[in-house]
């Protein structure tokens, strides 16, 4: 994983809680600035403010896109749970949802925003995350938080846990554990080509907080001696096999695929 292109810190406003900027800055380990908002900071740099809506990661300066927050509850997440509903989501397929007799244990060792464990736990599954950049875990964290408080989605994000590491060796890990997952889910970070204002948004907060995932082939291995039933990759349609390794089999999307690769432990 490249450095960050920006700096980043934490933004201390006027009615921030200074016990959470404690904690926050013992979590991220970042320095703090002081300002009215981040529109108040004239250059570019990154920021990880508590908004009215919830932790926030925000770029500043002239012409920034706006903060990303992690929101199981309202937002695109929420639309997509109340107005789609998750059997049509092609992850579901993927991962084999349909297929189990029973409730499945994933694990997704690149958590991200957590939108595809969200998406998974609708359906019922337990999702266990692995998520290695301390900001990213503490906007995740703070989403999770705030969606165990809510009465509608407070039983979905239940199943949901997150934990900090760099994913193959937590996998690594898991294994000398002899812990099961049934299903690996992996989604490294890759240019992506997907052109609505929401994705170009927050791809380019990513990029300029973690740049791309330089070891991401050092992934699947290690999925494949963990998972139970089947190791799921999500890739850009045009985006080489992981580790060079060709799935057994692949779902198709407009922009997008996934690498099923079936096991025989399930």
Known sequence: MSEAIFDISILATPECDTD?????????????????????????QLVLWYSPKGLALQQTGKGA?????????????????????????SIVKAVG???????????????????????LATMGCHVTMIERSPV?????????ARGLDDAE????????????????EMMSAFIAQKKQFDVVYLDPMFPHRD???????EMVLFQSLLGPDMDAD???????????????????KKAPDLDNQEPGYRLEGKSGRFDIYPLKRF
């Open 20 to 44: 959470q900027l404690v904690a926050l800055k013992e979590l991220t380990g970042l320095g703090v600035v002081e300002a009215e908002s981040p529109k108040a900071i004239r250059h570019q």
């Open 65 to 89: 896109p706006g903060p990303v927050i992690v929101d199981f509850v309202g937002g695109a997440v929420g639309h997509r749970r109340k107005y789609r509903g998750g059997k049509s989501q």
């Open 97 to 119: 949802v349909a297929d189990a007799s029973r409730q499945l244990y994933v694990l997704d060792a690149t958590a991200g925003l957590g939108r595809d464990a969200y998406v």
């Open 136 to 144: 990213v875990r503490a906007l995740l964290a703070d989403g999770l």
């Open 153 to 168: 989605v407070g039983a979905i994000v239940g199943r949901m846990s997150l934990v900090s590491g760099h994913a193959p």
């Open 195 to 201: 052109k609505s204002a929401a994705v170009k948004k």
């Open 218 to 236: 050092d992934l699947l291995n290690p999925a494949l001696k963990l998972a139970q039933h089947r190791v799921v990759v999500k890739r850009p």
